[in-house]
């Protein structure tokens, strides 16, 4: 048998030193010619042996932990000798590039040593816990090379880096090859490009966008700014994908937003020529995408946006204001008012949707700027009051604003959005159902669908209880038609009342409270009142009727010298005129006591019929005021280029009364919401009954705590809470 020959430790890495000298010649490209299959055998097979001879203990002959140390200091003296020299006799690019090259021999180099050691991976390196082949080049590369020269190459990429922002063109794979190195060496984390390259790349690209933004923040507007801003930004960003690494983008990102946008933010946006205030005013709907684009990225980068956004809309919204106060005609001027308010709505809305890309912040902004100048008093008026003065003369016959059936409906639902910015929604209801019933009682209405649209709209805005009352107002009118055609088919089987008479029976707890009194009223209209209630009694014995006879019309005929005239009345009216059929002339107090009138009623009566335009009655003295002392006659001169004449009354500024009605509904809204409260909580302090209560009532108003402390003591005074007698503070529900 023969034996196997032992390789001594200093014959075999000899004949190893003839192939790495050779790998040194390849990489120093003095040898073109690589390794061929038999040559890279015989040294591994070489290394092989040399591990595994003697195998059995005592090991004597395994050089396993000789190879594994002379591994490395191969890399570490060719790094001494050859590398290092080339590399400090360098500067500038070409030492970028003396880098690159020498990084890229260097893991050609690792490569083959690798292969040629790779017995060592097997069992000498694992059974010790050391550190694989591979990462011994790459930490004698890490320690030797990038350790001493890691600074100088960093400030060399700052330096290109900076040209190409100021635009000059670089060798931006030279910048990526150098850039891969800082990752590499950190051998699977970014500890070392982080550290050693991110880190100072940030602060010189502050330095550089601190030093720009303080000379364009100077000399730009404030679009031309922006676009700048946002063109560095971009440019940024093609740098990461160019050669930084991804990690990088964010944190380069957000460093340059904030020397650019973070520092010289108000500034920026209070530009006096050229804010945001400006872009809004002018419209410049590209540069405000632009802010909101720039600003977005930025934390909390919008409050200071959408904060100037709402100070403008307040400023915009108040100037409407100012101007519907300053001019004299309130009545005519509150659909202009309510219409700017609606085109205003419209603009910053668009700019919201548009510009903003519906940001919760500025939705927010939005309703706060409208909820600041949407309750303010407008020419005397509250806008819950304006705004259903406008949906009357929309929803109206001969209504001031004429618009096609689209655009209708498109105006009611901004109405109806707009809404929402005002706290007297209740009131807003009380003057829509006043104004409603005033159309559907003297056949006001221009189309009956855009009455249910509006209904619709204000019932999935405010609830069906908001609008219960005014639906069963438009059914009142519905039965009322019905009901007629049966009176009129009751006429016809019973005596006539020799009037045309047309009677609307209303519930009375949808409609309005109307004033009502006894009115005597002539022979002829006796009547058919008298007829009318004969035949009601035989459709229903549980319902009782009063009659308005405020909201009554009459057509008279009145012949007059010249001609007969249709004159077109109120009851009261008609009630007045109906006196002189018997007598040329009668003193107030006498008509006053035939009527059975009220004096202020009475005035309004005898002005709209003396003093106003239609003189039907000569007034004795002739002046404008009706006294009691006065007298009147029938005026037979009376003429008119019309056949038919509608004689009006003088307005009354209902006003008042729907307040006061809303005041009494309030006053029920806030006991019910106590109740409800305590009801459920038992016992509840002070503070969080107010709180609570506030709560649950502002979707229709907002209350005040006067008014809930008011009702507080009321409901305690009735019994329904009391105090805990150790706490005056606390309230308990009495059951």
């Known amino acids: 048998m023969s034996e196997v020959k032992i390789i001594e430790f200093e014959d075999g890495w000899e004949f190893m030193e003839k192939g790495i000298t050779k790998l040194k010649k390849i990489l120093q ?28 203990p005592p090991y004597i002959n395994n050089h396993s932990k000789q190879l594994y140390e002379n591994y490395k200091q191969v890399f570490v003296e060719y790094i001494d000798s ?8 360098r500067h500038d690019e070409f030492l970028l590039k003396e880098i690159v090259k020498r990084w890229a021999n260097h893991k050609v180099m690792i490569r ?24 011994v080049g790459l930490m004698c590369f890490r320690d030797l090379v990038y350790e001493e020269l890691k600074v100088k190459a960093r400030d060399v990429v700052f330096v290109l880096i900076e040209r190409e922002r100021d635009g000059e063109k670089i060798d931006r794979s030279l910048l990526k090859s150098v850039v891969d190195i800082f990752v590499a060496v950190g051998m699977g984390n970014m500890e070392c490009y982080v550290n050693d390259f991110e880190f100072a790349m940030l602060e010189d690209t502050a330095g550089y966008y601190s030093r720009k933004a303080s000379s364009w923040i100077g000399e730009d507007s404030c679009p031309d700014y922006m676009l700048n801003a946002e063109e560095c930004l971009k440019k940024e960003k093609e740098r990461v994908s160019n050669y930084l690494h991804v990690v990088s983008e964010s ?17 920026l946006l209070e530009k006096e020529h050229s804010g945001i205030r400006v872009l809004l005013r002018d419209d410049k709907v590209d540069d405000l995408s632009r802010m909101y684009r720039l600003f977005y990225k930025i934390d909390k980068g919008l409050v200071p946006v959408s904060a100037m956004f709402k100070q403008h809309v307040v400023a915009e919204g108040m100037y409407l204001v100012q101007q519907a106060d300053d001019t004299t005609n309130r009545q005519s001027e509150t659909p202009f008012f309510v219409r700017k308010v609606i085109e205003l709505y419209d603009k910053y809305m668009s700019y919201v949707t548009s510009c903003f890309a519906n940001h919760s ?38 209504g001031s604003e004429k618009l096609s059936d689209d655009a209708i409906e498109e105006t009611l639902d901004k109405v109806v959005k707009l809404l929402a910015y005002i706290n007297d929604k209740d009131l807003f209801g009380e003057f829509c159902r006043k104004k409603l019933s005033r159309r559907l009682l003297f056949s006001k ?11 619709t709209k204000l019932k999935q805005y405010c609830g069906g209880q908001f609008t219960s009352k005014m639906e069963g107002m438009v059914t009142d009118l519905t039965l009322a038609k019905e009901n007629q055609n049966d009176f009129q088919e009751y006429l016809s089987n019973n005596a006539s009342t020799g009037i045309d008479l047309t009677v609307t029976v209303l519930t009375s707890g949808f409609w309005p409270s109307y004033k009502s009194c006894d009115l005597s009223l002539p022979v002829e209209m006796a009547k058919c009142v008298q007829v009318f209630n004969e035949f009601y009694q035989t459709t229903t ?7 308005i006879y405020s909201l009554g019309t009459c057509n008279v005929i009145g012949k007059f010298d010249s001609k007969t005239i249709e004159l077109i009345l109120g009851t009261y009216q008609a009630a007045v005129l109906s006196l002189f059929n018997s007598s040329d002339r009668l003193s107030y107090s006498e008509i006053k006591s035939q009527l059975n009138l009220a004096d202020d009623d009475l005035i309004r009566l005898l002005q709209s019929l003396s003093c106003a335009k239609y003189k039907i009655l000569i007034k004795d003295p002739s002046n404008a005021t009706v006294t009691s002392s006065d007298h009147f006659e029938f005026n037979s001169k009376f003429t008119d280029r019309m056949r ?22 309030r006053r029920y809204a806030i006991d019910a919401c106590i109740v409800r409260i305590m009801k459920s909580r038992k016992v509840l302090p002070h503070q969080q009954l107010v709180a609570e209560c506030v709560e649950q009532l502002s979707s229709m108003f907002k209350p005040d705590l006067k008014a809930i402390k008011k009702q507080i003591e009321d409901l305690i005074t009735r019994e329904y809470l009391e105090r805990d007698e150790e706490n005056p503070n606390l309230f308990k529900y009495l059951a």
């Not at 040898?31 to 059995?56: A, H």
């Not at 292969?115 to 000498?124: D, I, K, V």
């Not at 014995?541 to 009659?547: D, E, F, G």
């Not at 038919?644 to 509904?665: M, S």
Request: proline share 3%.
């Open 29 to 56: 490209e003095e040898e073109e010619i690589c390794f061929d299959s038999e040559e890279y055998m015989m040294l591994y097979t070489t290394i092989f042996n040399m591990c595994t001879q003697s195998m059995p």
């Open 82 to 89: 050859t590398v290092l020299p080339c590399l400090r006799d």
């Open 112 to 135: 083959w040593l690798s292969r040629f050691f790779q017995y060592l991976e097997r069992f000498f390196i694992n059974a010790k816990s050391l550190p694989g082949l591979k990462e």
């Open 251 to 267: 944190k380069l990102l957000e460093k340059v937003r904030y020397e650019l946008l973070v520092v010289y933010t108000n500034q």
């Open 361 to 398: 912040l500025f939705h927010k902004a939005l309703k706060e700027a409208f909820e600041v100048f949407c309750n303010k008093i407008v020419s005397g008026c509250s806008s819950a009051e304006l705004l259903a003065s406008y949906c009357d003369s929309i929803l109206k016959k001969g």
């Open 445 to 455: 209405c221009a189309n009956d669908e855009h009455e249910r649209l509006m209904l």
């Open 541 to 547: 014995k549980h319902r009782k009727l009063t009659w």
């Open 644 to 665: 038919r004449v509608r004689v009006p009354l003088p307005l009354v500024d209902e006003r008042k009364k729907v307040v006061e009605d809303v005041g009494k509904d």
